[in-house]
T-cell receptor, first 111, second 113 residues
Framework: EDQVTQSPEALRLQEGESSSLNCSYT??????LFWYRQDPGKGPEFLFT???AGEEKEKERLKATLTKKESFLHITAPKPEDSATYLC????????????FGKGTRLSVIA | NAGVTQTPKFRVLKTGQSMTLLCAQD?????MYWYRQDPGMGLRLIHY???????AKGEVPDGYNVSRLKKQNFLLGLESAAPSQTSVYFC????????????FGSGTRLTVV
């Protein structure tokens, strides 16, 4: 069974204090690993897709990396507007296989 | 471009009542999904569809039915609502070509009393 575990459950940072969120996964044949951002009362918003170990993607203050067992979402010099829940998901096997999501990390950035 | 639109946004049902949640997408996506999101449980897949006229069960399908009569619409039905179905429901759609992620709607908050 495909599994995704995110840690920590919640993270509180001061503005400018860089940190990383972790997503560890167990999947038979990784097709892709996805990161989403979810603001309160809204649907998840797509951030990145990673396909193979060693791959990195960047967007503004966010950088996602992938190894064979886990992915990290690095947040550099965060701002209060980066506060949100960050979700990790994996897709296994064929292109029709639905994503399996982790429970998310709730990030709070304090000014 | 509206993306994915869910109707209604909020609903309160009594135990045993039925209702249908509507999801509409205007991006010509082939794939559509229904997830529920509960505190501490994350997003769990209810049903999904890989094309018009096709549906499949996800992780938590019991108590729900779905239909995809038109490519742009995906309906989620609750035949006899139970308090355990109190949740936030999200619809999502995706292209056949992988890697672009899902586009989610803004959710339907359902309370069953």
């Amino acid at each position: 069974e495909d599994q995704v575990t995110q840690s920590p459950e919640a993270l509180r940072l001061q503005e400018g204090e860089s940190s990383s969120l972790n997503c560890s996964y167990t999947v038979s044949g990784l097709r892709g690993l996805f990161w989403y951002r979810q603001d309160p009362g809204k649907g998840p918003e797509f951030l990145f897709t990673l396909y193979s170990a060693g791959e990195e993607k960047e967007k503004e203050r966010l950088k996602a990396t992938l190894t064979k067992k886990e992915s990290f979402l690095h947040i550099t010099a965060p701002k209060p507007e980066d506060s949100a829940t960050y979700l990790c998901a994996v897709q296994a096997g064929s292109g029709n296989t639905p994503l399996v999501f982790g429970k998310g990390t709730r990030l709070s950035v304090i000014a | 471009n509206a993306g994915v639109t869910q109707t209604p946004k909020f609903r309160v049902l009594k135990t045993g009542q039925s209702m249908t949640l509507l999801c509409a997408q205007d991006m010509n996506h082939e794939y559509m999904y229904w997830y529920r999101q509960d505190p501490g449980m994350g997003l769990r897949l209810i049903h999904y569809s890989v094309g018009e006229g096709t549906t499949a069960k996800g992780e938590v399908p019991d108590g729900y039915n779905v239909s995809r009569l038109k490519k742009q619409n995906f309906l989620l039905g609750l035949e006899s609502a139970a308090p355990s179905q109190t949740s936030v429901y999200f619809c999502a759609s995706a292209r056949i070509q992988g890697g672009y992620g899902y586009t989610f709607g803004s959710g339907t908050r359902l309370t069953v009393v």
